[in-house]
Nanobody
Framework: QVQLVESGGGLVQPGGSLRLSCAAS????????MGWHRQAPGKQRELVAI???????TYADSVKGRFTISRDNAKNTVSLQMNSLKPEDTAVYYC??????????WGQGTQVTVSS
């Protein structure tokens, strides 16, 4: 019953920045964690970053130091600031929620393309 609306994807040049946002609504149980996964063609979906309701964060090694995840619990939103983007960051990025009933919800995905 949770709905996730993603925004902010697009085309950016290498070294550029992009900010993804996701808004959750309709959740019955409190959301314990929100984050982003990504999937590139021919590759498995992988965790990019996740943040708990308490503010703990986890990042993929490939994005540490470049990406920053943040959350507004009152608004049920999560954002991913992506800096120093590389072509290998090109993927479909999916918003993700995990609630206290251990249910997972995925967004539709937003395309991020890093290319000159």
């Amino acid at each position: 019953q949770v709905q996730l609306v993603e925004s902010g994807g697009g085309l950016v040049q290498p070294g550029g920045s992009l900010r993804l946002s996701c808004a959750a609504s309709g959740n019955i149980f409190p959301i314990a964690a929100m984050g982003w996964h990504r999937q590139a063609p021919g590759k498995q979906r992988e965790l990019v970053a996740i943040i708990t309701s308490g503010g703990s964060t986890t990042y993929a090694d490939s994005v540490k130091g470049r990406f920053t995840i943040s959350r507004d619990n009152a608004k049920n939103t999560v954002s991913l600031q992506m800096n120093s983007l590389k072509p290998e960051d090109t993927a479909v990025y999916y918003c993700y929620t995990y609630d206290t009933a251990k249910s997972r919800t995925w967004g539709q995905g937003t395309q991020v393309t890093v290319s000159s």
